[in-house]
């Protein structure tokens, strides 16, 4: 198989961990026989500094013409702490998804059961736990019209959704649940929000058409609640663009570290694979930053983009073997974890490829 991928680096530890997702690539097109060619592009702060926006033009092209994008991270705490710059990193982010049409983004949260003491929730609440979220990308209030009053006193987003855009990714997080225990659960606030009744209102007709899924359909808040309380419950979660935002990030703690969790965002041309931490800067640079968010979202794209599924499973499988042997990062050792066993970001890597070889 050939294949065109483009590596976003982005900001922070984005560097760090992406060259730890394209080494297992490169492992793997070696032990298959696979021929993955590279590009790589700018985006957020990165290219804001280099040519003033955060997404240039030239980084659109690639990312057309390219069959898959692993990217890295955005954010700087420079814009952080000053909300009035007009021009931000996040804003690269946004743009790149709605001119791909990357309207779901998929995130898994499978928890390894080596890491069930590395979550601050108690191990018989988390084993087993198999959740696989659906989160609407390019509508909601990151998208709506945004204004902002002349006296800078009063500001509002629009929350925004047309049935269409509820109908395609409700079907693709229906047919994904068909294949594996057959529940979703559609998380609203339908009780408060007109954008929320829509949703319910399509997911609702979607529902009809499969069956063969048990459908339950919740509050945001009582979702967030359950999610900690009794996380085994879920498995399809199904969302719009905001809670699926907060949701995953809670969700993270399940996995014991953001730095666990691989993400895909897909539509009906090319994926786009990333870890969904942040630029982490205060890290940046350290060799601290955990690369396993990024080589999961890797043999995602190995998966989801290219079909490659024995792929996929032998970078998964190397990832858990090294688990299984005891080594960790920082950020998700635990007490009795050896100093001798805790890795920086290149040690990591390289264990992880180590592993990948056949």
Known sequence: MTKNILV?????????????????????AADFGHEFSYE??????????????????????KAKRSDAILFGAVGHAKYDNDPTLKVRPEQGLLK?????GLYANLRPIL????????????????KGTDILFFRELTGDVYFGEKNRSEDRNTASDLMIYHRYEVERIARKAYEAARVRRKKLCSVDKANVLEASRLWREVVQEIAKEYP?????????DNAAMQLVKNPGKFD???TANLFGDILTDEASQIAGSMGMLASASVGDGTGFFEPIHGSAHDIA????????????????????AFGLKEEAKQVTDAVDKALKLGFRTSDIAGNGTDPS?????????NKIVELVKR
């Open 8 to 28: 976003i680096p982005g900001d922070g530890i984005g560097a760090e961990v992406t060259t730890w997702g394209k080494a297992v690539l490169e492992q793997i």
């Open 40 to 61: 790589e592009a700018l985006m957020g702060h990165v290219a804001i500094e280099a040519t003033g926006t955060p997404l240039p033009d030239e980084t659109l092209e």
């Open 96 to 100: 790149i998804r709605k001119e791909l």
């Open 111 to 126: 928890l390894f059961d080596e890491l069930l003491g590395a979550s601050s929730l108690k191990p018989e609440i988390l």
């Open 212 to 220: 063969d899924v048990e459908t339950e359909h919740m509050f945001i």
């Open 236 to 238: 399809v979660v199904l």
């Open 285 to 304: 640079g350290q060799n601290k930053a955990n690369p396993l968010a990024s080589i999961l979202s890797a043999a995602l794209m190995l998966e989801i």
């Open 341 to 349: 066993d805790i890795l920086g970001t290149n040690e990591m890597g």
